[in-house]
């Protein structure tokens, strides 16, 4: 008992000796930026002209903030910062040798941490894994994203920081949803596990290891988890952020990405303490900050004060030495997006494709069917708000034209569930018409915002039909003939191109739409690209040479009176939303 004695008073002493180590009290400034989607550089290599915000303005802030607190800041990115420029194009498939430009950005900024996001994904493996991480002087934190291989997670899932004599520990999740969106070729080694069952394996494991003064959840995910139909308790749910922080004790606070939008909020976790929230929106326009002054309690724990704050980097100015350092890598990506592929004679416009045929999506449409040698041909709009010029055409249009990393899968479909495709697109992208006085477009009920996002507005070339916007949803579309003129077969299972991020469950079309499950999609497949979309776009005017923009005449919208009528309307509506 006399040794049991002491040996306790000793362990005793030994925590008030470790406490003693600890100060009274101490602040603490956490930095972090999300979704910048190739937004690294100062140069928009889309619209080759300046960024209005990138990690260039961003770095500003950082070394005025590093300059008032020199050894208690920390800097961290949620990621998705693998796609969105030509640039991140440029060094995932062209480039492949010279250090990426992500990590060249990364490192000179001095970042502590980042995230990995589902379009980090997206490139592949052999540049999420193989290549980048050993470029990058920072780890990548990601808990649930799990190798199959190892059953271990294929990223570091925790970090831990030590400021001003205080231990802070960084858990890093992502999205779950990537088997939804993009095709399994691109994460063959992969499986991601629901935020909330991989937070409660692992935030036991960090407090009892580490003991931290701090814990931040770093999550490629929303704050908005009710999206989809989704509640508290759905699995695997897309934006699993305020599910992981209510569900498991032990975060202060948690730096959230994924949707793009700019929130601030608090939320109670099952232990009754508050978790601080924020998200920062996308492309470098915010900067998420969080002040937090410790003052250290009698049993040695710390009262956290925490304040949150999203900073606007439209205020400050790009950093000039931040420019210089990179000034050769714009040039070399500029001269890349100059090189021309064709010629253009008329000019193509995005946001025609939102009220009907458009010369647009007709070229998309017709480069994917002579990449593919499909019956027809399914494609989504991803650029409605752009427009591509009558002259030359250079890589950088090709980014325009067509803005993500797809691959071209080619599938076998009835007519019938070509039509019931075509249904559920329309269900998403148009409002039911009962008089010239109605919307065209779905908007979400009271507001002028889009009820769909425009990236699962998808129209069909290589059959004609016809869309009548005055039937009930489910009933509008009449498939009337093959593009050539001769007679649809209702019997035939008929060859089709889609894009891998409606192929994947992206949009629900094959789920929702078609009710498809996995087996069926898998017996359904025909065949994959080994390239992306855009290539096949860009090799495609190269064959032609010049391209005559023109409508491939495959559908057709009623009541064309009313329609017409609505079509203004609901532009300068939906204008409105953006000023």
Known sequence: ????????????????????????????????????????????????????????????????????????????DTGDFLQGQPSIYYYNFVDTTDTHICARVYNYMRYDALGVGNHDIEPGEDVYS????????????????????????????????????LKIAVLGLITPNIHAWLPKALWPNLEFQDMVECAQKWVPVIQKKEQPDLLIGLFHAGGDYTVNGNDMDTYCNENGSVPAAVKVPGFDFCLLGH??????????????????????????????????HFSRKDDGSYRKTIKKTLVDMYDYEPDSLFNAEFQQVVDEVNAYVDAPVGELTGDLRGIDAMFGESEFMSLIHE??????????????????????KAGTITMRHLFTLYKYENL?????????????YLEYGYSMQFETMHSPSDHVLAFQEGTNRLKGMTFNYTSLAGMRYVVDLTKPIGQRVRLVSMSDGSPI??????????????????????????????????????????????????????????????????????????????????????SATQR
């Open 408 to 420: 071209l899968f080619t599938i076998g479909m009835t007519a019938d569930e070509i039509r019931r």
């Open 259 to 292: 949707d793009h939008q700019i929130r601030d909020f608090e939320v109670i976790n099952v232990a009754g303490d508050t978790v601080a929230m924020l998200d920062a929106q996308t492309a470098a326009r915010k900067v998420g900050r969080v002040d937090i």
């Open 489 to 574: 077969d209702e019997s035939r299972l008929y060859t089709v191109a889609i894009n891998s991020y409606q192929y994947s469950g992206g949009g629900n079309f094959v789920t929702s739409g078609l009710g498809w499950d996995k087996a069926t999609l898998l017996d359904r497949t025909i065949d994959t690209t080994p390239i992306d979309v855009r290539r096949y776009v860009a090799n495609y005017i190269r064959e032609k040479q010049t391209i005559v923009p023109a409508k491939r005449g495959d559908w057709t919208m009623m009541p064309e009176k009313w329609i017409n009528e609505a079509r203004q309307r609901d532009l300068d509506y939906m």
């Open 367 to 388: 480069a994917q069917l002579w990449a593919t040698n499909a019956d027809v041909s399914f494609a989504a709009i991803l650029s409605p708000h752009d427009e591509v």
């Open 130 to 165: 193989r290549r980048l991480p050993s470029q990058f002087e920072m780890p990548w934190l990601c808990a649930n994203a799990i190798d199959q291989r190892t059953g271990k997670p294929m990223f570091q899932p925790y970090a831990v920081f030590e400021r001003q004599g």
């Open 1 to 76: 008992m006399k040794n049991s004695a002491i040996i306790a008073m000793a362990f005793a002493a030994l925590g008030l000796a470790s406490c003693s180590t600890k100060p009274a009290e101490a602040d603490l400034v956490v930095l972090y930026t999300t979704d910048v989607h190739g937004s690294c550089l100062g140069f928009d290599f889309k619209y080759n002209a300046p960024a209005k915000t990138s990690l260039a303005n961003v770095y500003t802030y950082v070394n005025e903030v590093r300059a008032e607190n020199p050894s208690s800041t920390l800097l961290f």
